[in-house]
T-cell receptor, first 114, second 114 residues
Framework: GAVVSQHPSWVICKSGTSVKIECRSL??????MFWYRQFPKQSLMLMAT?????????EQGVEKDKFLINHASLTLSTLTVTSAHPEDSSFYIC??????????FGPGTRLTVT | DAKTTQPPSMDCAEGRAANLPCNHS???????VYWYRQIHSQGPQYIIH???NNETNEMASLIITEDRKSSTLILPHATLRDTAVYYC???????????????FGTGTLLAVQP
């Protein structure tokens, strides 16, 4: 149980375009989901916390207009990178909080902006 | 900021026990110690957690000092598949509260050698 999926697993896009990444909790409902970003050889950095039906809470230094988060249902949160640029290339990882209050992680999405 | 200190890297011979230390000298009474690992280009994988007692599961053992200022994760018989970055994280036990989120430090890169 407690499986989290992400789609796509990798994506290449051109500079200036927007990219949407989906995070789904497959076998449990998650009122809270988290989005992390990881650059090569670095640790995971928490970007934002999303709660179902309400606005996401962004960590300091993360541009909310750049990284749009929607958590419209108890099993789906989406992260949209708007007007992507090469410096947005990164590994994006989501996690979902289950009823046991533990965080379960997805496999990650590799974004490359050319 | 992460509240833990770990060595950046360690080596271990295959088949031997891997002992990964973590310092969390500022841990407070309502914080758990969690361990996750991340194999290259994958999402983090939960290993074990504890409050003040030693814990053991099918993956590892967690030894927490009596003053709770440090802990050691023990992989009893390391294999090549255990090569990963291991993260020690302290997390408050306030369940659904806003501070109940995993903040990753730099972790320890464990390299298991054949």
């Amino acid at each position: 149980g407690a499986v989290v999926s992400q789609h796509p697993s990798w994506v290449i896009c051109k500079s200036g375009t927007s990219v949407k990444i989906e995070c789904r909790s497959l076998d449990f409902q998650a009122t809270t989901m988290f989005w992390y970003r990881q650059f090569p050889k670095q640790s995971l950095m928490l970007m934002a916390t999303s709660n179902e039906g309400s606005k996401a809470t962004y960590e300091q230094g993360v541009e909310k207009d750049k990284f749009l988060i929607n958590h419209a249902s108890l099993t789906l949160s989406t992260l949209t990178v708007t007007s992507a640029h090469p410096e947005d290339s990164s590994f994006y990882i989501c996690s979902a909080r289950g009823h046991d209050y533990e965080q379960y992680f997805g496999p990650g999405t590799r974004l490359t902006v050319t | 900021d992460a509240k833990t200190t770990q060595p950046p890297s360690m080596d271990c011979a295959e088949g031997r026990a891997a002992n990964l230390p973590c310092n969390h000298s500022t841990i407070s009474g309502n914080e758990y110690v969690y361990w996750y690992r991340q194999i290259h280009s994958q999402g983090p994988q939960y290993i074990i957690h504890g409050l003040k007692n030693n814990e053991t599961n099918e993956m590892a053992s967690l030894i927490i000092t009596e003053d709770r200022k440090s802990s050691t994760l023990i992989l009893p018989h390391a294999t090549l598949r255990d090569t990963a970055v291991y993260y020690c994280i302290v997390r408050p036990m306030n369940y659904g509260g806003a501070t109940n989120k995993l903040i990753f430090g730099t972790g320890t890169l464990l390299a298991v050698q054949p």
